[in-house]
């Protein structure tokens, strides 16, 4: 019996800390904004993103959706992205994601490596998940 106990003690602290099928598809779908945002793919980031959005970078700079949009037109240009750490936690119809990383991106032609920390949430619109938010700040000097 006490074997049983245990076991059960183990499986449940197991599965708490599983990542679920929503956690997986919202750290998926992060991954690939960040892809589409260097490949330009304009078509599938007006998609993804909420008409309301709020795009916080980590100099202060505010954008909405149409603003965010407009600057792949030159003003910033992603180059790569390196995520090293991600992760989602789903509640019922929205989801926060957190992660890190190192971003090269081109501001007004000038050329930038910065890591950074950054949230994004979404909300589930029928289907789909909207990107409504996202801030990052920089790490270390």
């Known amino acids: 019996m006490r074997i049983l106990f245990a076991f059960i003690f183990i499986v ?10 929503d956690e ?11 892809r ?11 998609l993804l993103t909420d008409e309301r959005l709020s ?3 980590s100099n202060g ?17 992603y180059h790569k992205v390196d995520i090293t750490e991600l992760s989602a936690r ?3 119809r929205s989801a926060v994601v957190t992660g890190k990383g190192r971003f090269t991106v081109s ?10 920390l950054f949230s994004e949430v979404y909300v589930r619109s029928g289907s789909k998940w909207k990107l409504v938010s996202r801030h990052a700040n920089k790490i270390g000097t």
């Open 12 to 21: 449940s602290g197991f599965s708490s800390t599983a990542q679920t099928k």
């Open 24 to 34: 997986a598809e919202i750290e998926n779908i992060s991954r690939k904004k960040f």
């Open 36 to 46: 589409w945002m260097i490949e330009k793919k304009l078509d599938s980031l007006d």
């Open 55 to 57: 795009y916080i970078h």
């Open 61 to 77: 700079w505010v954008q909405s959706k149409k603003e965010f949009l407009e600057d792949f037109n030159g003003k910033l240009v």
């Open 90 to 92: 789903v509640y019922r």
């Open 107 to 116: 501001l007004n032609g000038t050329r930038i490596e910065i890591d950074l």
